[in-house]
């Protein structure tokens, strides 16, 4: 199979010509159609991981996938040859990604994709639509509660935002200037411009009595406890960084939480019947063939939205 890999940590990857995948217990492989990539994938071929996580050279990064099952595992019983699928592969070794023609996946970090969503928009979505789903439950918001963005117009703020609004929320989403209309379609009541001055003080002059809630993709830890300040007695932070002092927010009446993305099926399925019932939209896609997948890697983090290389 054809896959971008690289064969030394810190070097640009390149395609290579590698063996297909086997699929171990509990496992399914897909003839991958489309993957995307998230900050996390940078780390592993920067190798900022290699003394944490097991690898393998030629290391294949991403983790994102949506495609069709060619191949089962032993003990695998929810999915047959031909469905078509969505999710991560849920392998712990570094290296055995989705940048390639073929993967293997657990059958517990995929789900089945629904017509009515796309390749592309479906492999946009497992590990920053998870994330952010986690984030508006752990948010909790009740309806009319006020919730702040933080990173609205980003893979996850993107998704948060209609989440948190689906869910009932007043959502204000914090982006750039370039970004505030995008962020308005998106769901979000207001759009603060974080470029313009300072987001705390443009939060506190619209909302003298405080929100219910911050989710934040973006911040440092001390840049969140700023924002902080904002958010009343009772509500909550949570943080996509690590970045939330839970015990400091909780001397305060605020719940903290740190969100460790956990990707599951019934997550998964919970998003595609949203977005096939056309309340949940994908961010904005720019898409790379495999060949250019390097390219991708060099616009990572920079490019807003989500980045997906279609194989």
């Known amino acids: 199979m054809r896959a971008f890999a690289v064969d030394e940590f810190g070097q640009p990857g390149s395609i290579h010509d590698l063996p297909d995948p086997k699929p171990g217990d509990g496992e399914v492989r897909v003839r991958v159609a489309a993957a995307s990539l998230n900050p996390f994938d940078n780390f592993v071929i920067q190798g900022y991981l290699k003394d944490r996580m097991e690898h393998r050279f030629p290391v294949i ?13 032993p003990n695998v019983q929810q999915f047959k ?18 940048l390639a023609e073929r993967t293997a996946a657990s059958t517990g970090t995929i789900a089945k994709r629904p017509q009515a969503l796309g390749d592309v928009d479906a492999a946009a979505m497992p590990l920053a639509g998870v994330s952010a789903l986690m984030s508006v439950e752990a948010a909790a ?107 400091e927010l909780a001397k305060r009446g605020i719940t903290g939480v740190n969100i460790a993305t956990q990707v599951t099926t019934a997550r998964l399925a919970h998003l595609a019947d949203l977005a096939a019932g056309g309340k949940l939209k994908a961010p904005r896609i720019r898409t790379f063939p495999l060949e250019q997948a390097g390219d991708a890697f060099k616009v990572l983090g920079s490019s807003g939205g989500k980045l997906v290389v279609k194989v």
């Open 141 to 247: 918001p009740k309806p009319n509660d006020v919730v702040v963005v933080i990173g609205a117009s980003g893979g996850i703020g993107s998704y948060a935002v209609q989440l948190a609004a689906i869910a009932g929320a007043r959502v204000i989403g914090v982006t750039s200037s370039a970004n505030q209309e995008y962020v308005k379609s998106l769901g979000a009541h207001e759009v603060i411009d974080r470029t313009a001055g300072d987001v705390l003080d443009a939060l506190k002059s619209k909302h003298p009595d405080g929100v219910a809630s911050i989710i934040d993709t973006a911040s440092d830890a001390p840049s969140l406890a700023r924002l902080s300040e904002v958010v009343r007695s009772g509500g909550t932070i949570t943080s996509m960084k690590g970045s939330a002092a839970v015990e």
């Open 81 to 98: 040859v031909g469905d078509h699928v969505f999710g991560v592969t849920g392998r712990m070794v570094l290296g055995e990604g989705t």
């Open 61 to 73: 990064p991403a983790g994102d996938l949506a495609g069709t099952i060619d191949a089962l595992g």
